[in-house]
């Protein structure tokens, strides 16, 4: 007798980004091709009996919507969306969420499709991840929550999320390792070109150091200084006095106003304009150190370590722009 196929089911709110749905989606339907059965039914399913448009402007008829049920659930996955952050709350969707994981075996989202999710309740007091530019307001809004901003899959129990669009795909090759084997995992990956375990973390991908600057008008000029001349000395007492303030008044009012100290901030705009340079393939980590004001190259390998997740060199390998 066949074994009924197990069906994954993934919420796609208004504005969905397309890949969330689409990648994990294909490698389900690669798992089924390497073992030459059925083994998961993907099913779309829409917050209204309508057309989903996503953010790209793609439409399509999701196959069900949060006004039908599912008889056996195995897997509930909630997709992103750039408008979860400020969208409002939709309390047909939570109840719908809600009765849906309590059938299902495991359950979870895939980018800010977390925002969405975490509002059930059913992720409190887990470790989760969500795409890096939502981490800290998830964190924000659900305090109970262990936010792994770096992580690009996180299991906790029945719950799984991950990080960033394409991390959707790193999730769902997590799952079906799971469920069918090292072997049928790594063949859907080499199949459809992807990384069975993706080095790194998600904050190589990250571009925090380019947010506006924040504080008091002279705090303001001095982050735009700094930015725009990161290998110059920015000791606390050159900063101070480059805003005619003390030393002291100067660290706690900019810890204040920017929220992080002023070394953290010289640190970020540092690692900021090495990866731009790393990027751009034409200089060594040695090289950049030095233009970038550190004593040698163990200085830059550590803050880049801290802040990206991998060293200066492994980091320009894999996103360097140059051509050999």
Known sequence: MQTPPLIVAILAPPGVQMLDVSGPADVFAE???QTGRQVYRVVTVGTAPLAVTASSGMRFLPDMSIHDEFDCLDTLLVAGSPDLANAAVDLSVE?????????????GSICSGALLFARTGLLDGRRVTTHWKVAEL???RHPSLTVEADAFV??????????GVTAGMDLAIALVEEDLGRDVAMAVAAELVVFFRRPGGQMQ???????APAGRGALQELQRYVAAHPGEDHSVASMAARVGMSARHFARIFR????????????????????RLLEDGHETPK????RLGYADANG?????VRRVGVTPAEYRKRHTHARA
């Open 31 to 33: 798992a089924n091709r």
């Open 95 to 107: 109840a719908w969420l809600r009765r849906q994981a309590g059938r299902a075996r495991r359950y």
């Open 138 to 140: 998830l964190s924000g």
């Open 154 to 163: 996180v299991r906790d129990g029945p719950a799984c999320t991950a990080a």
């Open 205 to 211: 991908f990250s571009r925090r150091g380019e947010a």
């Open 256 to 275: 204040h106003d920017v929220g992080m100290t002023p070394a953290d901030f010289v640190e970020a705009m540092r690692v900021e304009a090495a990866r």
């Open 287 to 290: 090289r950049v150190a030095a």
């Open 300 to 304: 830059l390998r550590r803050a880049f």
